[in-house]
């Protein structure tokens, strides 16, 4: 489903992000993306997500080559990513109903489709009692939980969550990758960004390692390995 042939990212001023990443995540597949900070793991996410372009190589997703897609294209495939940021991205002038229930409106779902989706996530996410709060009035981990409700109410083929345990206690993140495993069994691809060691070795998934923009390690899944 994302396949990275040669890739590098080098921003204005020099900044080199990537440097000759190669890795290839196939369908129904869940991965960790781990490194230190600045090693160029949110950097990856992006080209994945079509908000940045690579300066070399390619970026293939779904059969796409995303570097050379063109604009007017790009809303079309990004429907069919699930993107949970990091800064969550809110809306804090619309309640949480309709944060969440912004990727289906923009889709043109008619509202009793919506209420029915939206008012079913947010139960699974546990915030159903928040609906018609605003997000400044809730807590870090709440806001963090919105976003991935908003990530997966249209039921992307594709979640990409950078760093989503960030903001949350070792109970919630727990439940929370639990979560993220139940989407994956049911086909859902998932690449995770964190910098959690401890919870990735022990969910013995797949783990890409990141050091200094380029990929140093590829850690099979179900194979214990040192990954700081």
């Known amino acids: 489903m994302v396949v990275f042939e ?8 020099g900044i080199q992000a990537l440097k000759d990443v190669d890795f290839h995540l196939g369908k129904g597949e869940l991965a960790f993306l781990t490194g230190h900070s600045g090693a160029g793991k949110s950097t990856l996410l992006r080209l994945i997500a079509l908000l940045e372009r690579p300066s070399r190589g390619q970026v293939i997703f779904d059969g796409r080559n995303v ?3 063109a604009r007017r294209h790009i ?4 429907r069919r990513i699930g993107i949970i940021f990091q800064d969550h991205r809110l809306l ?3 309640r949480v109903f309709d944060n969440v229930a912004l990727p289906l409106v923009i889709a043109g779902a008619p509202y009793p489709e919506i209420r029915r989706r939206v008012r079913a996530v947010l139960d699974k996410v546990g915030l159903l009692d928040k609906e018609r ?3 400044p009035m809730l807590s870090g981990g709440e806001q963090q939980r919105v976003g991935i409700a908003r990530a997966i109410i249209g039921k992307p083929p594709l979640i990409l969550a950078d760093e989503p345990t960030g ?3 070792p109970e919630l993140s727990a439940d929370l990758m639990q979560f993220f495993l139940q989407l994956n069994e049911l086909g859902t691809t998932v690449l995770i960004a ?3 060691l401890e919870l990735i070795r022990r969910l013995r998934r797949r783990v890409l ?6 990929l140093v390690d590829d850690v099979p899944a179900r194979v214990e390995a040192s990954v700081g």
């Open 92 to 94: 804090s002038d619309r």
């Open 194 to 196: 964190s910098h959690d």
């Open 167 to 169: 903001n949350l206690d």
């Open 6 to 13: 040669h890739v590098a990212k080098r921003y204005p001023g």
């Open 209 to 214: 390692v990141l050091r200094d923009g380029q």
């Open 75 to 78: 809303p079309g495939l990004r």
């Open 67 to 69: 570097g050379k897609t």
């Open 133 to 135: 709060m605003y997000p």
